[in-house]
C-alpha cells in the first residue's frame, strides 16, 4: 500500500523517478512466480498461496490507489505517466516474458539476486499499471479497462516464461502418496497451465496482428494523405472488426484524389483489403481559418516593412537629389562670381600658388547614399620645398574647406 501511495504520487506528478522507486519498494512479483513454480512442479498448495497472495495485493493496491485518485486534490488530472499504461502492444508482452524469465533464472542459482529482482521490477512495471487501474475505478472505465489489461499481461507472461523455464531445468514433480491424488492435482494443474497459456498465446498473436494493422495503417495516412498539401484530414477513424476506414477531410475531395488513395491503400499488406470510405465537406474548421489569417496577416505585415524600408530610402535619395540641385542649380553667375573671389583670396592668401582649380564630384561608398567630394588642383612656385608645399597645401586645404563648408576636400597635384 505505500508502494501504490508513491506510485500514485509519482504518476499524478509525471515524476518517472518516483514511479521507479514505487516499483522497488514492492516488485510484485513473488505470487505470479509461486503461481508459474506451483504449476510447473505440481504443487496445488503453493498454487492456491500464491493466488490468494496476488488476489490480496491486487485489491488493497487498487482501493488504495482508487483512494488517493478519488480524493487528493486535482489529481484527475491525466498525465503522460497515467497514458501510457493504458495502451499494452506486443512490446510490453516480450517486456513481461523475457523478465519473468531471468528473474526465475536467477531464482534457480545460487548467490545473490538483488540486482535481478531490481531490474525486472523496473522492466515489467507491475505497480504502475495497477495504480492506473485505480485512477480508472475512480475517474475513467476505460482507463480502468486498459490499465487492468496490462497488468493481466504482465501476470500471465511472467508466470508463462516462469512454468517454461522450470520445465526446461527439469524440476522435480512434487509426489503425493495417494497416487488418485496425484493424478487428480496432476490434472488440475495441467488444466491451469493450459488456461494461463492459451491466453497468453491467444494475446500474443492479436498484438502481433493489431500492431501491424496499425503500422499499416499510420504509414498510410503519413505517406499518402498528410504528404498530399491538397488534402486537409479532419480525422481518421479505422474499424478493425469491420475492415473500414473512414477519412474525413475539410473541404470537397475529388473523385480523382479518392481513387488514388483507394489503389494507394492496395499496397499496404495488412490493411490492402480494408474498404476506404472518405468523406469531405465545404466547411472548414475556426482554428484552420483562424490559422490561415494569422498567416496572411504576418505576410503583410512583412510587406508593410519592405514597401517602408524602400519609402525611406527614396526619401534619402530624394533629400540627396535636393542638395545637389542646390549646388549646381545652374546659377552659373553665381558659381563664377564665387570661384573669382576664391581665387583671388586664394592668391592673396598664398603668394606662391601659380595654378588653383576646384569642382564637386559626386561618389558613393554604399551605391545608394550619395556625397560630394570637392576637387582641387594646385600648382606651386618651383622654388618652394617639398617640405613647404606639403605644409602650405595643408594650410590651403583648412582655409578653403572652411570658405566653401566642405570637410571632403581632395588635392590633386
Same mark, same amino acid.
Given at each position: 500500500m505505500c508502494s501504490i501511495f508513491v506510485a500514485s504520487i509519482g504518476l499524478n506528478a509525471d515524476s518517472t523517478a @518516483?514511479? #521507479? $522507486?514505487? &516499483? %522497488?519498494?514492492?516488485?510484485? &512479483? $513473488?505470487? #505470479?512466480?509461486? @503461481?508459474?513454480?506451483? #504449476?510447473a512442479i505440481n504443487d496445488i498448495d503453493t498454487l492456491k498461496k500464491s493466488l490468494i497472495n496476488l488476489v490480496t495485493m491486487i485489491v488493497l493496491s487498487l482501493m488504495a490507489a482508487f483512494l488517493f485518485f478519488k480524493f487528493f486534490p486535482s489529481a484527475d488530472i491525466m498525465t503522460n505517466e497515467l497514458f501510457g499504461r493504458t495502451k499494452p502492444d506486443v512490446r510490453d508482452v516480450l517486456i513481461a516474458f523475457f523478465g519473468g524469465a531471468a528473474l526465475i533464472i536467477a531464482r534457480t542459482k545460487k548467490g545473490t539476486i538483488a540486482s535481478v529482482i531490481f531490474g525486472v521490477a523496473i522492466a515489467t512495471a507491475l505497480m504502475p499499471p495497477l495504480c492506473t487501474a485505480g485512477y480508472g475505478l475512480a475517474h475513467n472505465w476505460d482507463t480502468f479497462i486498459g490499465a487492468m489489461y496490462l497488468f493481466t499481461i504482465n501476470t500471465i507472461f511472467i508466470a508463462l516464461a516462469t512454468f517454461l523455464v522450470l520445465k526446461i531445468l527439469r524440476f522435480p514433480m512434487l509426489k503425493y502418496a495417494n497416487s488418485k491424488k496425484r493424478k487428480r492435482i496432476a490434472r488440475l494443474a495441467s488444466i491451469v497451465a493450459i488456461l494461463v497459456m492459451a491466453p497468453a498465446i491467444w494475446t500474443f498473436v492479436e498484438f502481433i496482428k493489431q500492431t501491424g494493422l496499425e503500422g499499416d495503417y499510420n504509414n498510410f495516412i503519413k505517406t499518402e494523405v498528410e504528404?498530399?498539401?491538397? %488534402?486537409?484530414l479532419q480525422k481518421g477513424t479505422p474499424s478493425w472488426e469491420e475492415k473500414t476506414i473512414n477519412l474525413h477531410f475539410y473541404g470537397e475531395v475529388a473523385d480523382a484524389t479518392i481513387a488514388d488513395l483507394k489503389n494507394e491503400l492496395k499496397n499496404y499488406e495488412k490493411i490492402k483489403d480494408f474498404s476506404l470510405v472518405i468523406k469531405g465537406n465545404k466547411t472548414r474548421s475556426i482554428d484552420k481559418i483562424s490559422e490561415a489569417y494569422d498567416r496572411a496577416i504576418r505576410d503583410l505585415d512583412n510587406k508593410d516593412n519592405i514597401i517602408a524600408g524602400l519609402q525611406k530610402q527614396i526619401e534619402e535619395l530624394q533629400s540627396n537629389i535636393t542638395d545637389l540641385n542646390q549646388q549646381f542649380g545652374g546659377k552659373n553667375s553665381n558659381v563664377k562670381e564665387s570661384f573669382t573671389n576664391i581665387s583671388r583670396e586664394a592668391k592673396v592668401r598664398f603668394k606662391d600658388l601659380e595654378y588653383f582649380g576646384y569642382s564637386k564630384m559626386l561618389e558613393t561608398k554604399d551605391f545608394i547614399k550619395i556625397d560630394t567630394l570637392t576637387l582641387v588642383r594646385l600648382k606651386w612656385s618651383k622654388e618652394l620645398t617639398d617640405t613647404l608645399k606639403s605644409k602650405k597645401e595643408q594650410e590651403l586645404k583648412n582655409w578653403l574647406g572652411k570658405k566653401l563648408k566642405q570637410e571632403n576636400i581632395l588635392i590633386l597635384k
Open positions: @518516483v514511479v #521507479i $522507486g514505487a &516499483m %522497488l519498494i514492492s516488485p510484485l &512479483m $513473488g505470487p #505470479i512466480l509461486g @503461481v508459474g513454480l506451483s #504449476i504528404s498530399n498539401d491538397e %488534402l486537409w
